[in-house]
């Protein structure tokens, strides 16, 4: 279909000494690209910004340096982010390794499209994301499994923003059953008491407590 394929755009009446001046390209992303069988992928562009790409998304390098910086500040934790990119890239490399044409190699799953920003910026949101640990663990494993599953088998060469709705939409179902979990978690204590018989001989014996941990 004529609307869904791109050229190599170029600027019109261009010349030595007249030109129009053009102040961006619109065009299609690496994703994109592949899913019409034109891969075209450059590492560098990728990591310093100079790939197609919607704002914001375009230079890894400075997206990946604020996360980690975010993250050394203590504005969220390493579950999130870690967990959502690697059940993305695991089954993305693995699927790359038997059929290179079903995925874009590697580092362009981690480069291109919204990835980096959605696990370190999206995703962490304190509102929509859960609190305890595994919870987040979790949210982000989901969150990078249904980013794979949207970019190998679906029609859209993105699936970022279609993740993020979705395992925002079941973070309350999912903190539930967690919370459900651990406070069914028991933890035996061993408590020495001392009786006394009748014939005057003290004897100790352990008394078992049991006590129950919640978890909010």
Same mark, same amino acid.
């Given at each position: 279909?004529? =609307?869904?394929?791109?050229?190599?755009?170029?600027?019109? #009446?261009?010349?030595?000494?007249?030109?129009?001046? @053009?102040?961006?390209?619109?065009?299609?992303?690496?994703?994109?690209?592949?899913?019409?069988?034109?891969?075209?992928?450059?590492? =560098?562009?990728?990591?310093?910004?100079?790939?197609?790409?919607? &704002?914001?998304?375009?230079?890894?390098?400075?997206?990946?340096?604020?996360?980690?910086? &975010? =993250?050394?500040?203590?504005?969220? *934790?390493?579950?999130?982010?870690?967990?959502?990119?690697?059940?993305?890239? @695991?089954?993305?490399?693995?699927?790359?390794? #038997?059929?290179?044409?079903?995925?874009?190699?590697? =580092?362009?799953?981690?480069?291109?499209?919204?990835?980096?920003?959605?696990?370190?910026? @999206?995703?962490?949101?304190?509102? /929509?994301?859960?609190?305890?640990?595994?919870?987040?663990?979790?949210?982000? +494993?989901?969150?990078?499994?249904?980013? #794979?599953? @949207?970019?190998?088998?679906?029609?859209?060469?993105?699936?970022? +923003?279609?993740?993020? &709705?979705?395992?925002?939409?079941?973070?309350?179902?999912?903190?539930?059953?967690?919370?459900?979990?651990?406070?069914?978690?028991?933890?035996?204590?061993?408590?020495?008491? /001392?009786?006394?018989?009748?014939?005057?001989?003290?004897?100790?014996?352990?008394?078992?407590?049991?006590? *129950?941990?919640?978890?909010?």
């Amino acid at each position: 279909v004529e =609307m869904t394929h791109w050229i190599s755009p170029s600027d019109l #009446f261009a010349g030595h000494w007249y030109g129009l001046n @053009i102040d961006g390209i619109s065009g299609a992303t690496t994703l994109g690209l592949h899913k019409e069988g034109k891969e075209q992928f450059d590492l =560098m562009a990728h990591l310093t910004g100079l790939s197609s790409g919607s &704002l914001g998304e375009t230079a890894s390098i400075l997206l990946l340096l604020g996360g980690l910086w &975010l =993250m050394q500040q203590q504005v969220f *934790t390493w579950h999130v982010p870690i967990a959502t990119l690697a059940c993305c890239l @695991i089954p993305g490399c693995l699927l790359w390794w #038997f059929d290179p044409s079903a995925i874009v190699q590697p =580092m362009a799953q981690l480069t291109s499209g919204g990835l980096l920003l959605g696990a370190f910026f @999206i995703a962490t949101d304190p509102v /929509t994301s859960p609190t305890s640990a595994r919870g987040k663990l979790w949210f982000g +494993a989901g969150l990078g499994g249904l980013i #794979f599953v @949207i970019r190998a088998f679906g029609n859209f060469p993105e699936g970022v +923003a279609f993740a993020v &709705l979705i395992m925002n939409a079941a973070t309350r179902p999912t903190a539930a059953v967690i919370r459900d979990a651990l406070s069914d978690v028991q933890r035996t204590t061993t408590l020495p008491c /001392t009786l006394v018989g009748g014939n005057g001989r003290r004897c100790r014996l352990s008394r078992p407590t049991v006590t *129950t941990l919640t978890r909010r």
